[in-house]
């Protein structure tokens, strides 16, 4: 029997012919459950740090540094594109009315060849391939459309003029599209094919599966198309009186532009054939010049004070380009962003109370989530060193 009296006073006690203790100054060892119970709270917090960084990164803003192609090559170059291997494509002034294409890389600008030897052109777009897509002058007002293949300009057959070159877009397999006698085409390696569409319609982009984009023209005003193959959709918005498809990407995704009925030039973005306006800057006025791979758009808005300024546009918001600078640009204003490639790399013109420069905008690598899980695997990697020991 156990002592009441004697087990409130907390003496040690007989019960059953054993001594006990009502009040142990030694508890059970509890220490390998507090321990896991600590390492459950530690990873909890690690992960929640890891996700936290991680998220934080993604919704950032992207930044970029910036090369000063005008500065470096002079006030006669004009860039117009660049591929994803990070060539750049553009044409140097050679007098008033001539201009001879070129390509810059890694810092290098190379003058490609004349026309003939004698007859200057000037550049449209680059593939991933080299290929560049120009026009030039046989010096008697007749244009013609050029590709630049392998050391050599060949004159693919298509005639123009100074304002409208007939070919437009070329994809990264030196593939060719335009405007042919009123229908579009596809021009490879030497053959011109037609392609069926309504009358008065032409294409300003081809992406590597021959889709095309551009516009069919209806009394005056031009209507934003797309071809698949022998099929052609209307992407005309109904909320407009006119529109124009400029860009394509290998999603089938165009870009471009559209007038509202109600007012103003509205930058476009067509997925799956449906328009999405890409916003402004408060000028109510944009225009979308390309688009990537990864749905990155870029081109022009207005701003509240009717000024253009470039913008970068991603998963469904528009950033100035300026904002993205790291440090600025030390322009005035960063006016128009004419070509994005695969690695986000743009394409600007910076002005600033003097003429235009061209720039190369280069993706800053972004370090917060290396840095994250640096420190998140780093918590980890210690807690478990001291759960064992």
């Known amino acids: 029997m156990l002592d009441h009296e004697a087990f409130c006073s907390g003496q040690t006690l007989m019960m059953d012919g054993k001594l006990i203790n009502p009040f142990p100054t030694k508890l059970p060892?509890?220490?390998?459950?507090?321990?896991?119970?600590?390492?459950?709270?530690?990873?909890?917090?690690?992960?929640?740090?890891?996700?936290?960084?991680?998220?934080?990164?993604?919704?950032?803003?992207?930044?970029?540094?910036?090369?000063?192609?005008?500065?470096?090559?002079?006030?006669?170059?004009?860039?117009v594109d660049i591929n994803n291997n990070g060539v750049v494509v553009g044409h140097m002034r050679l007098n008033a009315s001539q201009d001879q294409a070129c390509t810059i890389q890694n810092g290098k600008l190379t003058m490609l060849p004349m026309y003939q030897g004698i007859h200057p052109w000037y550049a449209i777009g680059i593939g991933d391939n080299g290929d560049v897509l120009g026009a030039g002058t046989l010096g008697t007002g007749t244009y013609r459309s050029i590709v630049y293949r392998n050391g050599k300009v060949i004159d693919i057959g298509i005639p123009?003029?100074?304002?409208?070159?007939?070919?437009?877009?070329?994809?990264?397999?030196?593939?060719?599209?335009?405007?042919?006698?009123?229908?579009?085409?596809?021009?490879?390696?030497?053959?011109?094919?037609?392609?069926?569409?309504?009358?008065?319609?032409?294409?300003?982009?081809?992406?590597?599966?021959?889709?095309?984009?551009?516009?069919?023209?209806?009394g005056v005003n031009p209507f934003a198309t797309f071809w698949d193959g022998e099929m052609h959709f209307d992407l005309h918005p109904a909320w407009a009186w006119r529109s124009e498809a400029e860009a394509l990407?290998?999603?089938?995704?165009?870009?471009?532009?559209?007038?509202?009925?109600?007012?103003?030039?509205?930058?476009?973005?067509?997925?799956?054939?449906?328009?999405?306006?890409?916003?402004?800057?408060?000028?109510?006025?944009?225009?979308?010049?390309?688009?990537?791979?990864?749905?990155?758009v870029v081109g022009w808005a207005t701003n509240s004070g009717g000024f253009d300024e470039a913008f970068f546009w991603e998963s469904g918001a528009m950033h100035r380009v300026e904002d993205l600078i790291a440090?600025?640009?030390?322009?005035?204003?960063?006016?128009?962003?004419?070509?994005?490639?695969?690695?986000?790399?743009?394409?600007?013109?910076?002005?600033?109370?003097?003429?235009g420069h061209y720039l190369v905008l280069n993706p800053v690598p972004e370090p917060a989530p290396f840095i994250v899980m640096t420190v998140g695997l780093t918590i980890l990697a210690f807690s478990r060193h001291r759960r064992r020991g």
């Open 29 to 79: 060892k509890i220490g390998a459950i507090s321990r896991a119970a600590r390492y459950s709270v530690v990873m909890r917090f690690v992960i929640g740090i890891v996700v936290a960084g991680l998220a934080a990164a993604a919704a950032a803003q992207p930044q970029y540094e910036f090369v000063d192609l005008t500065k470096q090559f002079g006030e006669e170059l004009t860039a």
């Open 160 to 218: 123009g003029t100074q304002e409208n070159p007939s070919s437009f877009g070329i994809n990264n397999l030196g593939q060719v599209t335009g405007g042919l006698n009123g229908t579009p085409f596809i021009w490879e390696n030497g053959v011109t094919t037609s392609l069926p569409g309504p009358p008065s319609s032409f294409a300003h982009a081809i992406n590597d599966s021959q889709q095309l984009a551009g516009l069919r023209v209806e």
């Open 249 to 296: 990407n290998n999603m089938g995704e165009a870009v471009g532009y559209a007038y509202r009925l109600t007012g103003g030039q509205r930058g476009v973005l067509w997925r799956s054939g449906k328009p999405i306006d890409l916003g402004d800057f408060g000028g109510g006025q944009s225009r979308a010049y390309d688009i990537n791979d990864l749905s990155q």
């Open 327 to 355: 440090g600025g640009s030390g322009f005035q204003i960063v006016g128009r962003a004419f070509a994005v490639n695969n690695s986000s790399q743009l394409v600007t013109i910076g002005f600033g109370g003097g003429p």
